[in-house]
């Protein structure tokens, strides 16, 4: 379920609201296939939550009403990459046969970490 930009083209490939959506979309198909057991459970439910808030906060981050609440904003995006990563280091490990399934996303994560925090930086940068 995705919005078409209206003239029909398809969204830039660094639409940073497109990127993260399709990720968080990553999350939630991967959470699925890893098997449900009492430790799985709670790996799986910090995993999909972080996973999925890096969106979420950063379709706050555009709606910010103030320089203040963008970087907020924008640092809860570096904080949920940073948790994705470690819940899905954790998979990982719980699920060793997913390993090489999870590696993809992992990079994607580490991206994404890394563009907010080039975010943070500049616009720290234009606050001085």
């Not at 198909?29 to 430790?39: A, E, L, N, Q």
């Not at 972080?50 to 950063?58: C, D, E, K, L, V």
């Not at 609440?69 to 570096?78: A, G, L, N, T, V």
């Amino acid at each position: 379920m995705r919005e078409e930009p209206p003239d029909g083209k398809a969204a830039h490939p660094w639409d940073l609201l497109e990127r993260t959506a399709v990720f968080g979309e990553q999350v939630v198909r991967f959470s699925k296939r890893v098997p449900r057991d009492p430790t799985n459970n709670r790996l799986i439910d910090q995993f999909v939550g972080a996973g999925t808030s890096i969106g979420g906060n950063y379709c706050e981050a555009n709606e910010s009403v103030s320089k203040k609440d963008f970087h907020y904003s924008i640092s809860r995006c570096i904080k949920e990459a940073k948790e994705t990563k470690f819940f899905l280091r954790m998979l990982a490990a719980a699920e060793p046969p997913l390993a090489e399934e999870a590696r993809p996303i992992y990079r994607e994560a580490h991206e994404l970490l890394c563009i907010f925090a080039s975010i943070r930086k500049k616009r720290a940068a234009q606050r001085e």
